[in-house]
Protein backbone atom coordinates (compact mmCIF):
# COMPACT_ATOMS: atom_id res chain seq x y z
CA UNK A 1 0.00 0.00 0.00
CA UNK A 2 2.89 2.43 0.83
CA UNK A 3 4.62 1.18 -2.38
CA UNK A 4 1.60 2.32 -4.31
CA UNK A 5 1.23 6.00 -2.90
CA UNK A 6 4.49 6.56 -3.21
CA UNK A 7 4.30 5.67 -7.08
CA UNK A 8 1.36 7.71 -7.20
CA UNK A 9 2.99 10.77 -5.49
CA UNK A 10 6.44 11.02 -6.56
CA UNK A 11 5.95 8.89 -10.29
CA UNK A 12 3.41 11.67 -11.45
CA UNK A 13 5.62 14.57 -9.93
CA UNK A 14 8.51 13.26 -11.92
CA UNK A 15 6.47 12.72 -15.15
CA UNK A 16 5.83 16.44 -14.79
CA UNK A 17 9.44 17.72 -14.11
CA UNK A 18 10.58 15.70 -17.53
CA UNK A 19 7.43 16.57 -20.26
CA UNK A 20 7.37 14.87 -23.16
CA UNK A 21 9.31 17.80 -25.51
CA UNK A 22 12.45 16.87 -23.51
CA UNK A 23 12.39 13.38 -24.89
CA UNK A 24 12.06 14.73 -28.06
CA UNK A 25 14.35 14.80 -30.72
CA UNK A 26 14.43 16.79 -34.28
CA UNK A 27 16.34 14.93 -36.79
CA UNK A 28 17.11 16.88 -40.03
CA UNK A 29 18.49 15.59 -43.39
CA UNK A 30 19.86 18.64 -45.65
CA UNK A 31 18.70 18.55 -49.21
CA UNK A 32 17.11 20.03 -52.28
CA UNK A 33 13.58 18.92 -53.52
CA UNK A 34 12.34 17.93 -56.62
CA UNK A 35 13.66 14.81 -59.27
CA UNK A 36 16.01 16.42 -60.63
CA UNK A 37 18.55 16.80 -56.88
CA UNK A 38 17.19 13.30 -55.89
CA UNK A 39 20.38 10.65 -56.48
CA UNK A 40 22.79 13.64 -55.90
CA UNK A 41 25.33 14.10 -53.39
CA UNK A 42 24.07 17.03 -52.06
CA UNK A 43 20.77 15.14 -50.97
CA UNK A 44 22.50 12.51 -48.95
CA UNK A 45 20.92 14.09 -45.58
CA UNK A 46 17.63 13.20 -47.43
CA UNK A 47 18.66 9.91 -48.36
CA UNK A 48 19.74 8.99 -44.60
CA UNK A 49 16.28 10.72 -43.60
CA UNK A 50 14.06 8.38 -45.71
CA UNK A 51 16.09 5.32 -44.09
CA UNK A 52 15.66 6.44 -40.91
CA UNK A 53 11.93 6.63 -41.49
CA UNK A 54 11.79 3.10 -42.85
CA UNK A 55 13.46 1.40 -40.29
CA UNK A 56 11.30 2.58 -38.08
CA UNK A 57 8.19 1.89 -40.14
CA UNK A 58 7.00 5.33 -40.54
CA UNK A 59 5.33 7.47 -43.15
CA UNK A 60 6.69 11.00 -44.08
CA UNK A 61 3.66 13.64 -44.52
CA UNK A 62 3.41 16.97 -46.17
CA UNK A 63 4.04 19.38 -43.44
CA UNK A 64 4.77 23.21 -42.89
CA UNK A 65 8.70 23.69 -44.63
CA UNK A 66 8.57 20.37 -45.32
CA UNK A 67 8.18 16.27 -45.40
CA UNK A 68 8.14 15.01 -41.84
CA UNK A 69 7.35 11.95 -40.47
CA UNK A 70 7.09 11.19 -36.38
CA UNK A 71 7.99 7.57 -34.64
CA UNK A 72 8.61 6.49 -30.70
CA UNK A 73 11.45 4.19 -30.36
CA UNK A 74 12.47 3.45 -26.60
CA UNK A 75 10.51 5.62 -24.70
CA UNK A 76 12.03 8.48 -27.33
CA UNK A 77 10.00 10.64 -30.14
CA UNK A 78 11.78 11.45 -33.53
CA UNK A 79 11.12 14.19 -35.68
CA UNK A 80 12.02 13.76 -39.06
CA UNK A 81 12.07 16.24 -41.16
CA UNK A 82 12.82 16.80 -44.93
CA UNK A 83 13.01 20.44 -45.41
CA UNK A 84 10.95 22.22 -48.31
CA UNK A 85 12.73 25.38 -48.35
CA UNK A 86 15.70 24.28 -50.72
CA UNK A 87 19.36 23.71 -49.34
CA UNK A 88 19.58 27.48 -48.60
CA UNK A 89 16.80 28.35 -46.70
CA UNK A 90 16.62 24.89 -44.60
CA UNK A 91 17.50 27.30 -41.34
CA UNK A 92 13.70 28.47 -41.56
CA UNK A 93 12.36 25.05 -41.33
CA UNK A 94 14.59 23.47 -38.49
CA UNK A 95 13.69 27.23 -36.45
CA UNK A 96 10.29 26.23 -37.51
CA UNK A 97 9.98 23.39 -35.85
CA UNK A 98 11.85 23.41 -32.87
CA UNK A 99 10.07 26.14 -31.62
CA UNK A 100 6.60 24.17 -32.43
CA UNK A 101 7.72 21.22 -31.35
CA UNK A 102 9.57 22.79 -28.02
CA UNK A 103 12.93 20.90 -28.85
CA UNK A 104 16.23 21.59 -26.92
CA UNK A 105 19.06 22.64 -28.90
CA UNK A 106 20.98 19.41 -27.60
CA UNK A 107 18.15 17.60 -29.37
CA UNK A 108 18.59 18.86 -32.86
CA UNK A 109 20.72 16.37 -34.94
CA UNK A 110 21.62 17.73 -38.86
CA UNK A 111 22.99 15.83 -42.02
CA UNK A 112 24.50 16.52 -44.09
CA UNK A 113 26.97 16.01 -47.09
CA UNK A 114 30.57 17.04 -47.00
CA UNK A 115 33.08 16.72 -49.95
CA UNK A 116 35.84 17.35 -47.11
CA UNK A 117 35.22 14.21 -45.98
CA UNK A 118 36.30 10.76 -47.78
CA UNK A 119 33.64 9.24 -49.12
CA UNK A 120 31.85 6.89 -46.55
CA UNK A 121 33.19 8.58 -43.52
CA UNK A 122 31.25 9.91 -41.28
CA UNK A 123 31.98 12.33 -38.67
CA UNK A 124 29.38 13.81 -35.52
CA UNK A 125 30.29 17.02 -33.81
CA UNK A 126 29.47 19.73 -32.00
CA UNK A 127 29.79 23.59 -33.06
CA UNK A 128 32.54 24.21 -36.26
CA UNK A 129 32.16 26.65 -39.14
CA UNK A 130 29.94 25.71 -42.22
CA UNK A 131 32.30 25.11 -44.48
CA UNK A 132 31.34 27.02 -47.31
CA UNK A 133 27.70 24.63 -46.71
CA UNK A 134 24.94 27.12 -47.27
CA UNK A 135 22.34 25.01 -45.21
CA UNK A 136 24.53 25.38 -42.29
CA UNK A 137 24.50 28.64 -43.23
CA UNK A 138 21.22 29.21 -42.82
CA UNK A 139 21.24 27.39 -39.79
CA UNK A 140 23.60 29.40 -38.00
CA UNK A 141 21.67 32.70 -39.36
CA UNK A 142 17.91 31.47 -37.93
CA UNK A 143 19.22 30.17 -34.56
CA UNK A 144 21.60 32.98 -34.11
CA UNK A 145 24.62 29.71 -32.76
CA UNK A 146 27.02 27.26 -33.88
CA UNK A 147 26.20 25.08 -31.07
CA UNK A 148 24.50 21.99 -32.69
CA UNK A 149 25.01 18.55 -33.54
CA UNK A 150 25.98 17.73 -37.23
CA UNK A 151 26.43 14.67 -38.78
CA UNK A 152 29.16 15.25 -41.66
CA UNK A 153 28.67 12.58 -44.28
CA UNK A 154 31.80 12.11 -46.72
CA UNK A 155 31.09 12.35 -50.38
CA UNK A 156 34.54 12.72 -51.12
CA UNK A 157 36.35 15.26 -53.53
CA UNK A 158 37.15 13.43 -56.34
CA UNK A 159 36.67 16.61 -58.88
CA UNK A 160 38.61 18.67 -61.18
CA UNK A 161 39.41 22.32 -60.33
CA UNK A 162 37.00 24.44 -61.03
CA UNK A 163 34.12 21.48 -61.02
CA UNK A 164 33.16 21.48 -57.23
CA UNK A 165 29.33 22.87 -58.04
CA UNK A 166 28.90 20.37 -60.45
CA UNK A 167 30.58 17.24 -58.33
CA UNK A 168 28.20 18.25 -55.17
CA UNK A 169 25.11 18.75 -57.50
CA UNK A 170 26.01 15.42 -59.74
CA UNK A 171 24.25 11.97 -59.26
CA UNK A 172 25.97 9.31 -57.71
CA UNK A 173 28.30 6.98 -59.29
CA UNK A 174 26.79 3.52 -59.86
CA UNK A 175 30.27 2.28 -57.90
CA UNK A 176 29.04 4.96 -54.86
CA UNK A 177 25.04 3.91 -55.45
CA UNK A 178 26.08 0.69 -54.75
CA UNK A 179 27.53 1.35 -51.28
CA UNK A 180 25.00 4.13 -50.30
CA UNK A 181 22.89 1.59 -48.28
CA UNK A 182 25.90 0.55 -45.67
CA UNK A 183 26.16 4.51 -45.54
CA UNK A 184 22.77 4.96 -44.29
CA UNK A 185 22.58 1.95 -42.14
CA UNK A 186 25.42 3.05 -40.30
CA UNK A 187 24.13 6.64 -40.03
CA UNK A 188 20.81 5.22 -38.56
CA UNK A 189 22.01 3.01 -36.00
CA UNK A 190 23.85 6.19 -34.98
CA UNK A 191 21.34 8.28 -34.81
CA UNK A 192 19.38 5.83 -33.06
CA UNK A 193 22.29 5.35 -30.39
CA UNK A 194 22.21 9.03 -30.23
CA UNK A 195 18.70 8.86 -29.08
CA UNK A 196 19.01 6.48 -26.46
CA UNK A 197 22.22 6.49 -24.92
CA UNK A 198 23.64 10.21 -26.22
CA UNK A 199 25.98 12.16 -28.35
CA UNK A 200 29.68 10.66 -26.61
CA UNK A 201 28.60 7.14 -27.20
CA UNK A 202 27.58 7.53 -30.76
CA UNK A 203 30.27 9.45 -31.39
CA UNK A 204 32.77 7.09 -29.93
CA UNK A 205 31.47 4.34 -31.70
CA UNK A 206 30.49 5.86 -35.30
CA UNK A 207 32.53 8.45 -35.92
CA UNK A 208 34.61 6.29 -38.37
CA UNK A 209 35.48 5.44 -41.80
CA UNK A 210 32.92 2.42 -42.76
CA UNK A 211 33.99 -0.07 -44.77
CA UNK A 212 32.60 -0.67 -48.07
Not at 17 to 38: F, Q, R
Not at 63 to 90: D, V
Not at 122 to 146: D, M, P
Request: hydrophobic share 40%; proline share 1%; glycine share 8%.
Amino acid sequence: MFKRLFNLLFRSKSKEAHPDSEMKYLIVGLGNIGASYENTRHNIGFKIADALAADLAVQFSSERYGALATAKHKGRIYLILKPNTFMNLSGQAIKYWMQKEKIDLEHLLVILDDLHIDFGTVRTKLKGGSGGHNGLKSIEAELSTVDYYRMRVGIGDSFMKGNQVDFVLGNWTDEEFSKLQLIQKHCVSAIKTFGFLGIEKMMSEFNKKITL
